[in-house]
């Protein structure tokens, strides 16, 4: 067991930096405009230039793998769901753009673009009410689904830190 009697006033600054990247990762998982895997993992990064932390270079490499995967699926899962409750491509297209429109709209926007992409994109397409609105739904099942794969991923980021510290 390590003991903190030894330890640089730098280190102390740049693991507080990275519990911090830890935080907000976690906090940007959930508020729209924080990227937070990518925060997230650039703590782990940040606690790896301390003589405390020693990540191996393969942990950093998966990590940033998995990082990118996760951020791009972020986009790409509320177009999954509405395909798997049913939408067609024009609800999948509408899943998309209404993810990106909805960036500009805060929380709601985030929430609310994707399903309204969706019901509009299914509506325009010659669907029923209540089939563009199961594919809506499904929109809204997907982008919980990668809300849940963030916060899962910063979680154990942040397990990894905490483990890498004691």
């Given at each position: 067991?390590?003991?903190?009697?030894?330890?640089?006033?730098?280190?102390?600054?740049?693991?507080?930096l990275a519990g911090l990247c830890m935080l907000?990762?976690?906090?940007?998982?959930?508020?729209p405009g924080l990227p937070g895997t990518p925060?997230?993992?650039?703590?782990?990064?940040?606690?790896?230039?301390?003589?405390?932390?020693?990540?191996?270079?393969?942990?950093?490499?998966?990590?940033?793998?998995?990082?990118?995967?996760?951020?791009?699926?972020?986009?790409?899962?509320?177009?999954?769901?509405?395909?798997?409750?049913?939408?067609?491509?024009?609800?999948?297209?509408?899943?998309?753009?209404?993810?990106?429109?909805?960036?500009?709209?805060?929380?709601?926007?985030?929430?609310?673009?994707?399903?309204?992409?969706?019901?509009?994109?299914?509506?325009?397409?010659?669907?029923?009410?209540?089939?563009?609105?199961?594919?809506?739904?499904?929109?809204?099942?997907?982008?919980?689904?990668?809300?849940?794969?963030?916060?899962?991923?910063?979680?154990?980021?942040?397990?990894?830190?905490?483990?890498?510290?004691?």
């Amino acid at each position: 067991m390590r003991t903190f009697t030894n330890i640089r006033v730098m280190d102390i600054a740049l693991l507080v930096l990275a519990g911090l990247c830890m935080l907000v990762g976690i906090a940007g998982c959930i508020i729209p405009g924080l990227p937070g895997t990518p925060v997230a993992y650039l703590g782990l990064w940040i606690a790896q230039a301390t003589e405390r932390v020693d990540f191996s270079w393969r942990m950093l490499l998966v990590w940033g793998v998995v990082t990118v995967v996760v951020s791009v699926l972020d986009y790409v899962v509320p177009a999954w769901g509405t395909k798997k409750f049913g939408g067609t491509r024009f609800g999948v297209w509408g899943s998309t753009i209404g993810v990106f429109v909805g960036l500009f709209f805060g929380a709601a926007g985030v929430v609310i673009g994707p399903l309204a992409g969706a019901v509009l994109g299914e509506l325009l397409g010659g669907k029923a009410v209540a089939e563009a609105f199961r594919a809506g739904w499904g929109s809204f099942v997907g982008l919980l689904c990668g809300t849940v794969l963030k916060l899962v991923c910063c979680g154990l980021m942040t397990v990894a830190l905490i483990q890498a510290i004691w």
